[in-house]
């Protein structure tokens, strides 16, 4: 497998996150954000670790940015953290926190990177969650109102726009389960986030469409492959209920499909949230759709899970022989089989695999990391990728997950994603194997 066998359309990329990197969590300004706060209660977070130097980004970008070069990458995906913008959420911007993008941006620029930005990667500003967050309608307006200032500060020179990262994760883990910030549960807080969210996608996607002449507009969607434990009939059901929240809850409203109800009942309760109008305002002609996938989900029918009677067979009862340090299995064809269920649908004039990568404990040993595994996993979903482009599938660019070692969220520092590693005592960073490989795959031509 050879760079050039994708074509010499194809992006190449790497992405990252500003609450898991940037740290300077109250530097010049910036707000204190629903992750900030999530973070500082007591058995959230494992060994109570938290965000607040993570990679220090904001004061090491150039290092980074640099790196990103050094490897060849000539795509870089980012997001900018909201309550940095705007510390109460709304109302006066920050022009310290605005001026660091504009920092990144044409740092990225001046090195031959394209810049791919983020609007929303779960840093909701601590004072909009005060007030509902997404369960509140009135997040469209406010997100609007961010969005239009960043839009037009950064238009110019920003062209590949995303608006949301994963909705289904940030509000099922945050507004359902409450394993993520802002840590809320039940039905009532997750349906009208999750319509909201969806809502945003379209309403900002035209904003931003109105605001940057030449945009490339898209969203991102996690997604896992989702098989039946058995081919027996009640588990195959079970299947297709999780595939319809896991996988399709967000995508078809904006394709102009409707939620998908039919196959998933307990999702009726999202029509208490509609207005007039809803319907209408769903659907939107996005540019190209971002897939992010890392595993794949075997699903068992279990009468005693509420609403969705489904529950995951997890990996290691399923002795599967490869499992990352998020506790996923390795199995390789579920981007494959992604790319091929979100090509299926009409009206995607693009896909791009916005992430794919592999969490594995690593250790620097006289200045090398030989992360064997993370390197073979890589390897592998390429080829997957490889695979669906040779069959026409539509897929148009792959972003490994991610630059550096960074703060995993709920997990905290120890599930390492990056291709280089981050020494968190010293900020010392380190060129994993797999980094190297990355580097010198893209270099050829």
Known sequence: MVRAEFG????WGVSSAAFQTEGAWDAEGKGHSIWDVFTGRKGKIKDAQHARIACNFYHCYREDIALVRALNIPNFRFSVAWPRIFPAGVGQPNPKGMDFYERVVDHCLELGITPWLTLYHWDLPQALQDKGGWTNRDVLFWMEEYAGYVTRRLGDRVKHWMVLNEPAVFTGAGYFFGVHAPGLTGLRN????????????GQIGRLIRSEVRGAQIGTTFSCSSIHPASGGERDVKAAIRADALIN??????????GYPIDDLKALRGIEKYMQVGDEKALPFDFDFIGIQNYTREVVASSFFVPYLQARLVPAAKRKVPGITAMGWEVFPPAIYEMIKKFSAYPGIPKL????????????????RVKDQQRLSYLQDHLGQV????????????????TLTDNFEW?????????????????????VKDSGHWYASFLSEQ
């Open 386 to 401: 490889l695979r669906a482009k040779r069959e026409g599938l539509n897929v148009h660019g792959y972003f490994v997950w």
């Open 190 to 201: 997750f349906f009208p986030a999750a319509h909201h969210a969806t809502l945003a996608m």
């Open 8 to 11: 010499s359309e194809f992006e």
């Open 410 to 430: 709920a997990e905290g520092y120890h599930a390492p994603f990056g291709l280089v590693h981050v020494d968190f005592a010293t900020q010392q960073r380190t």
């Open 248 to 257: 399709r809850l967000f995508i078809e409203p904006i394709l102009g499909m």
């Open 352 to 367: 791009f695999v916005t992430e794919n990568g592999a969490a594995f404990p690593d250790q620097v040993v006289s200045g």
